[in-house]
């Protein structure tokens, strides 16, 4: 990690927020939600990637253990092998585990159905990434007449614009198209809504971050972006979406994620 992303990270209690994920670990290896409740694919996947940036931060000893853990080793394994299908998100967060725990990645359950039927740009990312979905060829032009909807689904384009056409870097008209609405989308308190004019939100503020960093702008307000997601981190550790809420894995790997694309402008 570079020392801006360190220094931004570093405001985080990051003790806590290990012990916020590592209570929600369960007995076969899998983690979920909240400890009361039962373990998910997804919420595995964010509470071994908030591990893994515990551990290089802070060279962490019991955060590592998880890293390594036998029990969620076999429990992807046994995911992978109990599945028909599954959703093109969840396959990314699967191949990205197993990766991880340098588990083999073959022979994964085929993508639903449903998922190629459904074109966000956030199923296209999905899929190009997996390698099963070849980009469409399009005009120059369709890029700067689409329309843009929610920073989330800004975010997935700029990323599946990056491996679908890495050789056609954005003009400087859709650049700044993208960044003054991103821009727009910050509100007083620091935070993102889902477009200019809505409720600020964590998962908002990682995405229009995120993709501020791909268009290479700063938001209109750096100190606030960074005041709202430290006060969305709760008193057990975790993040909540909204400084009032509950907090959860999801939010909190979208806070660590949000501050190191900050730290990248």
């Given at each position: 990690m570079v020392a801006e992303q360190v220094s931004l990270l570093q405001q985080v209690d990051l003790v806590s927020l290990r012990d916020f994920v590592t209570r929600r670990?369960?007995?076969?290896?899998?983690f979920?939600?909240?400890?009361?409740?039962v373990h998910t694919l997804s919420d595995t996947y964010y509470a071994i990637e908030i591990l893994a940036i515990v551990q290089k931060l802070l060279n962490d000893g019991c955060a590592e253990s998880f890293l390594v853990h036998e029990a969620t080793q076999a429990y992807l394994v046994g995911f992978a092998r109990q599945k028909?299908?599954?959703?093109?998100?969840?396959?990314c967060q699967?191949?990205?585990?197993?990766?991880?725990?340098s588990l083999p990645v073959k022979?994964?359950?085929?993508?639903?159905?449903?998922?190629?039927?459904?074109?966000?740009?956030?199923?296209?990312?999905?899929?190009?990434?997996?390698?099963?979905?070849?980009?469409?060829?399009a005009e120059h032009d369709f890029f700067l007449s689409l329309p843009l909807k929610t920073v989330r689904e800004c975010s997935f384009y700029l990323?599946?614009?990056?491996?679908?056409?890495?050789?056609?870097?954005?003009?400087?008209?859709?650049?700044?198209?993208?960044a003054g609405w991103l821009r727009a989308s910050q509100n007083l308190d620091g935070g993102f809504g889902f477009y200019p004019g809505?409720?600020?939100?964590?998962?908002?503020?990682?995405?229009?971050?995120h993709a501020l960093k791909e268009v290479k702008t700063f938001p209109a307000d750096v100190r606030?972006?960074?005041?709202?997601?430290?006060?969305?981190?709760?008193?057990?550790?975790?993040?909540?979406?909204?400084?009032?809420?509950?907090?959860?894995?999801?939010?909190?790997?979208?806070?660590l994620r949000a501050l190191a694309a900050l730290s990248g402008l």
């Open positions: 670990f369960k007995e076969d290896g899998g979920a939600a909240t400890p009361m409740l028909n299908t599954i959703p093109a998100r969840i396959k699967l191949t990205a585990l197993l990766h991880r725990f022979q994964l359950p085929p993508v639903e159905s449903a998922c190629r039927r459904f074109r966000s740009f956030e199923e296209q990312f999905y899929l190009t990434s997996l390698g099963e979905e070849t980009p469409f060829v990323q599946w614009r990056q491996i679908g056409y890495p050789e056609a870097i954005p003009g400087v008209r859709e650049r700044n198209r993208i809505t409720t600020s939100y964590l998962e908002n503020s990682f995405f229009a971050l606030r972006a960074v005041n709202y997601i430290l006060l969305c981190q709760a008193g057990t550790g975790g993040f909540s979406r909204s400084p009032a809420a509950a907090p959860f894995l999801e939010d909190s790997l979208y806070a």
